[in-house]
């Protein structure tokens, strides 16, 4: 409603801008008795955290979590899990110029029309710094997919005209994390990481995207038609900053193939059951996910801050003057997206399988309902 | 949360099958004092009703609508307005065959593996007639954005692989419905029918897309970060049967596109507030819209039904069959969604517009909080 | 939201005035598998139907339902179940008087200073005319509750000073439908006769309240802390028309007990399990059930549509006048209630089920996530 | 959904446990352009806070509050508002005895039978202790229900046996915080004390209730049926640990009461607008406000956590034993309860508020949807 929620079940609630004091989100709905330590959350922290390499910005953060609440000897116990990201490196002193005299393209002169105020520093409560937010949710949300054999993957798969080959669900396992750029194949990540080189030092930015995948979503996700699961992936994924569209299977090509081609027949798989053949469906059929791998693709426009000078107008002052974006702003901004992406894939996937009935809302490890008396972890004897 | 409902202020709800009894749809939070005959709405189920062309489905629906509720002497009264249409043509036993031998690509599995059962009848609840419950809801929203002089329109812009021109939101106005294939440019209106006719002779189907456009969408509506307007713009569209990509903006070339080139320069408006020099931000800027058009692409897959031999299995027999889809269905599903794609536009523009204090949510011709007692449309002075 | 929806996951969307054309209620989120018949509906509208007696409104409505969809071949779908019940007997015309001279403290003027309009027949939107959806949508979560062995009951415990000694469940069961007023003993049952004849003969009413009991409401269900189970079931029956109190467990009366008189010491039960000892509790702890029946009180005030003349204003003329609501209205309104209450103790309790894993949400009889190829109650096979 | 969430477009979310790390809260859908201090906040934490006299725990809190988001120069800016407050003096050692053998009537055993386990340091998320987040959000909404002259107040009106005498608004927010038991008739608070202390020597505690009152609440507030404003306001109040009853009004009395006795006919106001002759009617006519005050009365059971020794069972051992609740605990809720109540009514009034369109989503000074460049509490001019 407010914007700084997600999820039904599995729910997530943000704030913090990101040049403000702290950043912190509350999962409500994680079910008890999953074993979650503050390094689970930590590890996905560092892997979107700025000044990693050359193509990211060198705003110096720890993003270091902390964990209020919700855990008891090591284990969720049902309730709500606070957590708090101190920002340690804001300076808003540079933005000073932008106050009166929004950024080309960027939130600044949205957020001030709306709210008739807005924080200035860095873009505030706009800028993508809100994903250490959904990135520390979305790190709870896999530990608890880890149960179910879940698995969600994503890579770079374009930087402004480069394109990389198809790959596999398990080189997008080993090589994502290889390079700065975050694309599973070597080869195109040193053309791409040329590319941003190149726009970068002429004071410019580019586009990219990302492709997604997961392994092991059950059947059945999904409530149509509203709430079919492409149209909550969509939500999840357009609400990332600076996304452009979404896609899943064919995408944007489904529009050039027939039915006939596109169609799937029917099979039996090793278990018995129907199992389509093929997946050109991207693992959704009617809303409802059929069992087979969900795939699709996302993009991001150029990132909006740039040094190279452009115009716009102080409404104070009734001028227009020029400016230049000079700060510590990423030329790109899918690397750092990929756990963002992932992000959002666990806190869609989980959501559903909640509410679906896949995994007992209120505990992990017992039946629905029963009251298992050996399952203690916070007595004295267990620690 | 079950998938039948869509909007926060502005709240649709829906029910009905294929081939059931009727369909339904609850719209409440429509302001009072709008001015509503039953024609409105019928005028805009009229546009998606089957059977208006070759290229639709011959099922023939008169699709009329009934009001139960929420108006007195013509005007809306604040309450919740419960619209029913009756299904007349259904014949649910050409659907026998794929009770337990699910159709190609179709949403027969999914629902019987989620569910256990399913309404089998022409894809039961999985069917887009459910889209019919939309466009009455849609109609309603969009008498109210009359009053603040908010327009919407889209018309398909590629089927297969012909691709209509660039086209004014005059055009789309003027000459959309001048063809049964709903594309603004005739020229390549004649040129996707043909391709229709084509996929349609061999038993087959086609993809396609559609374009849409806004006027007078105000600045400031979307809740950054996870309501976003795109992010809910995005779920609205995905949750049209059959779609698999949503862009705005540039969308998908916004990833070959720089920082500077996509980057919009401010000026000053005419009346002296800020402007884009331009909009390839498609009306959208750090998730909030920015007052300029609101516009982009949704993609849709062939249909799944046709008549063309598959291979499927039944699950009961155990054995793999040869099927047809022969029924009433049609060859390519953009022509008939352009009418959706204005209902999903409608709810959620309007959605935003309740949140963010555009609309007065109680009523529509009187200050916040004030008492009016001038106005009683249903006095019986005014009868 | 709007207020017309009701429950989380087995949610309930309502709409209708009491002299409009038809009442609806959309049930979504009732799990797949269950038997139901349109008698089983209809059964529970009896109870609550008027005309039944002396002591209720002569007004004649069949009150018969039509269910357009949501179930195939006697079993519910997983997908919306759309109800509509037919206003029959509204005239309308005799509330003219009052359509800008609002009734004494009934919601006419509410509406109108909200709206700037009402449906002023028969109290429209805010007649407990509307109850009749709740008691549909509740026989449905009934017939889920059967399964899990969940039973509800509520009789009539005082009409005016007149008030009921203590009775069981198994009274409840057996004599709260054997008399007009709904109270399970049958002597006060008389004494209440009289109190409501000799209100209704000064053209006056009368207040009472209504007594609830559960028997089978599992462990553990309820949210804290908003959404704790006594905060929702206060919801639930302080949104019932006319209601003023909601008190559950010793209820008002704690205030004079001291903890050590209210606290229960804890023992084992038959099957090993903790217990408390006696239930001064109302089967909640810390806002969660124990397991013990939850119990309660519901007060009414006295029905505001007398007779008896009073005075009002009219807000066209500005003149004061002497009115006398003369109409087919009840002198009392608890016996009528009783349908009512368990009708939300039904929705509530089950929609904490649902959220609490205690059901599956997608289907009744098997395991979650598990696909069961012999269940199949749609296939031809089957019938 | 999860219980940690209040209102609708002023939303609450909170997280922590008694005897945690810290307590959080996070306010979304405040609007912009409050002016907003910590101390602010903090002056009615104070007021709930532990320590403040005899009557309540001795555990030391300082209950200092951090914001970490939302606020710019001393104003709210529209995104979300993020608040934390330390645990201090947390000492859940002495709770060891009461792991698996559960205090008599408290939330241990239904806390561990849901989730399988608990934080079990002075009863973890089921304490009173989360009512430290609830005041902290109700002070911003507070201050934002001031800009609108609207008022809520409250006052012990009744501790066991004894029961205070009507008292007018004006003595309620003159007496009420001179007496640390917080009735606003002085001569009962001596009376109350001395009951108190009764209980607190035997190793006992008592109940107790709490009577409300608003100024100033707006017509038409309020969304029938489900969502009127009693029933939400039942929900706020009930959601408050320990509570039994929620009576509006005349409450549980008007059961004794007849219609023509309780109705109040309507005059014409000085602003010539209908009013009503009295107010037995609470405020609240068909669900909606009717601009008379809303007044009524919450009950409280006597604390659980008492040193008087009583019987348990330990589930690990399967023995009985007897147990004393030796702690820092408060021997009647009421006093400390007061601000906990004013708090829910600000949220409750705030957030029908705003879905009412009587004050601006947004942002506070300026009207619906319009961009005021004279407005800019962020720009540098206005340090």
Redesign the interface.
């Known amino acids: 409603?407010?914007?700084?929620?997600?999820g039904?079940?599995f729910?997530v609630?943000?704030?913090?801008?990101s040049h403000?004091?702290?950043?912190?989100v509350?999962v409500?709905?994680c079910p008890?008795?999953l074993e979650l330590a503050v390094e689970d959350v930590q590890r996905e922290l560092d892997r979107r955290k700025p000044g990693q390499s050359m193509i990211t910005t060198s705003r110096d953060e720890p993003d270091a979590v902390?964990?209020?609440?919700?855990i008891?000897d090591g284990?969720t116990?049902?309730?709500?899990?606070?957590m708090?990201i101190q920002n340690k490196d804001a300076r808003s002193g540079k933005y000073?110029p932008f106050?009166?005299?929004?950024r080309?393209?960027?939130?600044?002169?949205?957020?001030?029309?709306?709210?008739?105020?807005?924080?200035?520093g860095g873009?505030?409560?706009?800028s993508a710094r809100?994903t250490v937010n959904w990135v520390a949710a979305g790190a709870i949300a896999g530990k608890v997919l880890d149960h179910f054999d879940v698995e969600v993957k994503a890579h770079v798969n374009?930087?402004?005209?480069v394109r990389a080959p198809e790959v596999s669900f398990e080189e997008m396992l080993e090589h994502t994390e290889e390079n700065p750029v975050r694309c599973a194949d070597p080869d195109t990540a040193e053309e791409m990481l040329d590319v941003i080189d190149r726009?970068q030092n002429?004071?410019?930015?580019?586009?990219?995207?990302i492709y997604f995948e997961t392994r092991g979503v059950?059947?059945?996700l999904?409530?149509?038609?509203?709430?079919?699961f492409?149209?909550?992936?969509?939500?999840?994924?357009?609400?990332?900053?600076a996304?452009?569209?979404?896609?899943?299977?064919?995408?944007?090509e489904?529009?050039?193939?027939?039915?006939?081609d596109?169609?799937?027949?029917?099979?039996?798989g090793d278990d018995?059951?129907?199992v389509?053949?093929g997946n050109?469906?991207?693992g959704i059929?009617?809303?409802?996910?059929?069992?087979e791998p969900v795939y699709g693709e996302v993009?991001?426009?150029?990132?909006?801050?740039?040094p190279?000078e452009?115009?716009?107008?102080d409404?104070?002052t009734?001028e227009?003057k020029r400016v230049q974006v000079i700060g510590r702003h990423d030329p790109v901004l899918p690397p750092r997206a990929v756990p963002v992406v992932e992000a959002m894939l666990n806190l869609t996937v989980l959501d559903f399988m909640l509410?679906?009935?896949?995994v007992?809302?209120?505990?992990l490890?017992?039946a629905?309902?029963e009251?298992?008396?050996d399952?203690?972890?916070?007595?004295?004897?267990d620690e």
Chains 1, 2, 3, 4 share one sequence.
């Open positions: 409603m407010n914007g700084n929620q997600f039904r079940l729910r609630t943000t704030y913090g801008e403000g004091d702290a950043m912190g509350t409500s709905g008890a008795g902390e964990i209020h609440s919700g008891q284990y116990t049902g309730t709500p899990i606070g708090v000073e106050v009166t005299a929004p080309p393209s960027h939130g600044d002169f949205t957020y001030s029309a709306k709210f008739g105020t807005r924080n200035w873009g505030g409560r706009s809100e374009q930087i402004g005209d726009y002429e004071g410019d930015s580019i586009g990219g995207s059950p059947r059945g999904g409530a149509p038609r509203f709430d079919s492409s149209a909550r992936l969509g939500q999840a994924m357009m609400a990332i900053p996304t452009t569209a979404f896609e899943f299977g064919l995408g944007r489904a529009r050039s193939v027939s039915g006939y596109r169609n799937e027949d029917w099979t039996f018995g059951e129907p389509p053949v050109d469906h991207g059929q009617g809303g409802i996910t059929t069992g993009t991001w426009h150029a990132p909006t801050s740039i190279k452009q115009t716009t107008v409404w104070e009734g227009e509410l679906g009935g896949r007992n809302p209120d505990r490890d017992a629905p309902g009251y298992d008396t399952y203690h972890p916070s007595s004295p004897d």
